[in-house]
């Protein structure tokens, strides 16, 4: 079985770790994993293990174990991860004995590269919550906490408060029609705003930016006050904002951006004499953008991905289809990363990590391992040098990815025209999107979901296989999270077009296992509020370019104690 998945890698093929997991459930060796959080959760899982002679397959399984324990972490961060394991199985007993090595447990943050790259986000929110950093406990069968191969629920059961849940989704609404709010949407290529004044859309603003070539968190808060700036002005109302909505592309807990490991914030990280201080500048964005407010206003924060589920919640609330929040909702953002969000079926953000873009999907494609990081060909992340995670493949770079692969094989006309249109380069270390003096990725994505839309059967096979990625994405989230939502609600760019919708929804019934897996497009059919109802019969712009920032209106209110 491992000699075929390495052969097929070293082919190019995409070997995911959902499908290995499945594969290997049959041996009896397993690893019980328990993690407790820094809200002192407990979630368990059950890792299979095999157990080969040769060093080729050993590497594999090492690759494939690893992984597991960096996609949980990555999720949740956690003050403690404890490895059960049996103590007649020398190769799992190796495993776990290098878990501190692996992770890099002792060494400082800026010094820690791969796996360790996910405890530096985790002793983040520890330090934020007064908890000593991440720590590995290894007992052997006979020193259990738990028995062995019991299946314990990963998800702790919390009472349904539904009821309540829709009530406040109704009541931020209700409440916001008598203010004016200020909604951001801040990604990786642009910033979104949008404000509303007693109930309507009154200023739109579409500015673009590229924060990964930052050097400076004083840049980034810049460019957010500019923004800020110029909505004010538009409304003619400087300070006088009831409150300002934020999604931000990073690990957001407690209304406070505690991450420091995206590709935003990668030039800040290789600027800076000292990163920790110069990352903790931006605790400062939020009375910053309250100082916009009139006194007693809001100002309330959370990751991009987990506005995207909020923003589903509060439509689906308002609408005939509102049985659908009490099993929470879960929704992904497609753009320069995956973003992740969910609100469970109580309604709450779960206060945890959630970077799902960095977990890996595929230890196969051995060939795109060995590109740089930046080179469009590459499976290697941007930030941790890992191959395979989700940032590399349900995301624009998985579509530049393709379309060089699909072009290059299937549509060599095509492959040209992306060096003829200045979106593409070939320098001395490989092939680059081209950013200055224009930044060409957006145009380049438009192009690629134009000929899909055209029929071209090459560019139709990016967003297919796009799909595969995603349905891989849900098997992963479902291992992590095992939400009672099954469906995915689908933002950003992508969805768009959709054709490319389509092309999408089809390749992900092909992976075998995510049968359950519905995604649904975030888009004019979303629209049920009566902002976003008035952005979607607006000329100009749409629920998929702006329909986050109208929810990001919305969360203004989120943590308000009068909703």
């Known amino acids: 079985m491992i000699d075929n998945y390495i052969k097929r890698a070293k082919n190019g093929e995409s070997i995911y770790i959902c499908s290995v997991r499945d594969d290997f459930s049959s041996t009896e060796k397993v690893v019980e994993c328990i993690l407790t959080t820094a809200t002192n959760e407990t979630h368990s899982f059950t890792i299979p293990v095999s157990c080969p002679e040769n060093a080729e397959d050993r590497a594999f399984v090492r690759d494939y174990f690893y992984s597991n324990l960096y996609n949980i972490i990555s999720t949740f961060g956690g003050k403690t991860m404890t490895l059960q394991t049996s103590s007649e ?3 799992i007993l190796e495993l776990c004995s290098e878990l501190d090595d692996v992770f890099q447990v002792n060494l400082p943050r800026l010094e820690r590269q791969g796996y360790g790259k996910c405890l530096n986000v985790t002793d983040r929110v520890n330090e934020a919550m007064g908890h000593a950093p991440f720590a590995f406990i290894t007992v052997n069968d006979k020193q259990l906490v738990c028995p062995m191969n019991d299946k314990t629920k990963q998800n702790v059961e919390k009472p349904n408060i539904f009821a309540d849940a829709e009530r406040k989704y109704i009541n931020i609404v209700k409440k916001a029609s008598t203010m004016v709010l200020l909604g951001l949407d801040i990604g990786g ?4 705003a949008i404000a509303a004044v007693n109930n309507r859309l009154a200023v739109f603003k579409e500015y673009d930016w590229n924060p990964a070539k930052m050097t400076s968190v004083s840049q980034l808060i810049d460019g957010v006050k500019g923004v800020v700036e110029d909505v004010c002005s538009e409304l003619g109302q400087s300070r006088q904002l009831d409150g300002i909505g934020v999604g931000f592309p990073d690990v957001v807990i407690m209304n406070k951006i505690v991450g420091g490991e995206t590709l935003k914030t990668r030039g800040i990280r290789n600027a800076s004499p000292d990163y920790e201080k110069e990352f903790a500048g931006l605790l400062k964005l939020n009375n910053i953008l309250l100082s916009y407010c009139k006194p007693g206003g809001v100002v309330s924060m959370t990751n991009d991905g987990s506005l995207a589920a909020f923003t589903a919640a509060v439509e689906l609330a308002h609408s005939s289809r509102v049985d659908e929040i009490k099993n929470g909702v879960l929704a992904h953002t497609l753009g320069t990363e995956l973003g992740t969000g969910w609100v469970d079926e109580n309604g709450e953000v779960p206060q945890i990590p959630l970077e799902i873009y960095n977990c890996v999907v595929d230890v196969g494609n051995y060939p795109a391992r060995k590109f740089l990081p930046f080179d469009l060909r590459s499976t290697l992340n941007f930030n941790t040098q890992i191959a395979g995670t989700m940032q590399k493949y349900a995301s624009q770079s998985g579509a530049y990815r393709l379309a060089i692969d699909y072009f290059k094989k299937h549509s060599p006309e095509n492959y040209s025209e992306m060096f003829k249109r200045g979106f593409i380069e070939e320098r001395h270390d490989g092939l680059y999107v081209i950013t200055s003096p224009e930044d060409m990725r957006k145009p380049l994505l438009e192009f690629i979901m134009k000929l899909a839309d055209d029929n071209e059967p090459s560019a139709e ?24 939502a099954k469906g995915r609600i689908i933002y950003g760019r992508f969805v768009k077009s959709a054709k490319c919708m389509r092309l999408m929804q089809e390749g992900a019934r092909t992976l075998k296992g995510a049968s359950e897996f519905e995604m649904e497009a975030g888009n004019d059919e979303l629209a049920y509020t ?9 000329p100009h712009f749409t629920v998929a370019q702006f329909g986050q920032s109208v929810g990001a209106i919305y969360y203004a209110l989120q943590n308000s104690q009068s909703v």
């Not at 290529?189 to 979104?192: A, E, N, S, W």
């Open 530 to 538: 009566p902002l976003m109802k008035e952005l979607k019969e607006n």
């Open 461 to 484: 096979g990016v967003f297919f296989e796009i799909g595969k990625y995603l349905a891989a994405t849900w098997r992963e989230t479902e291992f992590l999270l095992n939400p009672k």
């Open 89 to 91: 199985n020398e190769f």
């Open 189 to 192: 290529t642009d910033i979104k």
